[in-house]
């Protein structure tokens, strides 16, 4: 939820009515539903490039 909520994924949510909100509305609101992909598409390239991604094992094996 934390991170949802900070990175702007989508909507967090507590309960199942809230869930069904938060999906009706991205389901049926292109804007929301562009805005969040944008966000989510956004993080997962920064947090999980091939390069981001292998740096620490790179790191680890140049230790052997």
Do not use: F, K
């Amino acid at each position: 939820n934390e991170l949802i909520a900070r990175e702007g994924l989508g909507r967090t949510v507590v309960n199942i009515g809230e869930m069904q909100d938060a999906v009706a509305a991205l389901a049926t609101d292109q804007a929301l539903w562009e805005a969040a992909s944008a966000r989510c598409c956004r993080y997962m390239d920064r947090e999980y490039d091939p390069s981001v991604a292998a740096e620490p094992y790179l790191r680890a094996l140049a230790t052997l």
